[in-house]
């Protein structure tokens, strides 16, 4: 019998990704529940081409929790450069043969997660083709999500079309019956709220009993969060739901070097300010560290160790009666 926690993390992009290398690590009953949203690039083309959902983000989630050498791995996430197959990875290939071959996106998701010796589970959010949409604060609608973020405007809310779209029944039930629940870090409205406008999704979440836990981003994003600050992210996924959801938020409390945001501040992106008083008048609880946010080759991105580190600490705080011993 698995008596381990079971953590249920959603997302996308690398955000997810780098979150579940380092959650990987403890023994925790993880399922990643990914977005198929995605249609630019190599995603878009297998996409339109075949007519399933966007294999890339399930790739890379795949390969974050891949438990095989490291030469699979990397045949796994390499991409071709040249010939009829250029910009291609080959994991998004290999998903595609083995949706034509199996007739259903997860039933190809799960056989290659067994091919990897995958540690816990990935679900694609839904099995249909969905296309996200953007709501823009002037009244313009953005279609297609890799159109959103290059509009570079105000975003209001975001959609998917067909409205009906359903999600993946699996997805439902390790909602249901998860400890935990966390979302993020990446890209708010087309990493992480894309998953939460499938049909089914966000009432699962409002109605499981499980903590939500927000590991909100370091920077801002030009085209989706410019200006926003901890509590702003939150509010937006509060908005999308349509109930205050969250338990506790982590958040980076780093300062960083004037260079290096001088150097952001030309991408339009500044470093999310914790706005203690407006997080607390949301009920939730604050966990901050100067370690979230590091410096590697110039660029600034989450620590997955660290990140990791502390839901799991908060796990074994909340949950003092059972006792977990790292692999």
Do not use: W
């Not at 953590?7 to 990643?32: E, F, H, N």
């Not at 694609?124 to 709501?135: D, Q, R």
């Not at 927000?214 to 994003?221: F, I, L, R, W």
């Not at 110039?298 to 620590?303: A, T």
């Amino acid at each position: 019998m698995n008596n381990r926690v079971k953590v249920v993390a959603i997302g996308g992009g690398t955000g997810l990704s780098v979150l579940l290398r380092g959650l990987k690590k403890y023994p925790l009953d993880i399922t990643a529940v990914v977005t198929v949203a995605d249609d630019g690039g190599s995603s878009g083309k297998i996409r339109s081409d075949m007519n399933i959902p966007s294999p890339g983000d399930v790739r890379n989630v795949i390969a974050a929790l891949s438990d095989v050498e490291p030469y699979l791995e990397k045949m796994f996430q390499y991409r071709f450069d040249s010939g009829e197959v250029k910009g291609h990875p080959v994991g998004n290939l290999m998903l595609a043969a083995m949706t034509d071959i199996h007739g259903n996106f997860s039933t190809a998701v799960q056989i290659m997660s067994k091919i990897l010796n995958v540690s816990g589970t990935v679900l694609p959010t839904t099995n249909e083709m969905a296309t996200l949409n953007a709501v823009l604060k002037t009244g313009e609608i953005i279609r297609g999500e890799s159109s959103i973020t290059k509009a570079g405007g105000e975003i209001d809310n975001v959609y998917i079309t067909p409205s009906k779209v359903k999600a993946n029944v699996d997805v439902i039930k390790a909602i249901e019956n998860c400890d935990y629940i966390v979302m993020g870090p990446g890209s708010l409205y087309t990493s992480i709220i894309p998953n939460l406008m499938i049909s089914g999704v966000s009432e699962a979440i409002v109605n499981s009993s499980a903590k939500k836990m927000y590991v909100c981003n370091v920077m801002t994003q030009h085209g989706e969060t410019d200006n926003y600050t901890v509590s702003d992210h939150i509010k937006a996924i509060n908005k999308h739901i349509g109930k205050n959801i969250f338990d506790i938020v982590i958040a980076n409390s780093n300062v960083f070097s004037k260079e290096i945001l001088e150097r952001y501040k030309e991408e339009q992106q500044t470093a999310v300010k914790i706005d203690k008083e407006e997080i607390a008048t949301l009920g939730v609880e604050l966990i901050e560290n100067k370690n979230v946010g590091i410096v590697e080759n110039n660029v600034i991105r989450h620590n997955a160790d660290k990140v990791s580190e502390l839901i799991y600490n908060y796990i074994i705080e909340d949950k003092p009666t059972i006792i977990y011993n790292k692999r």
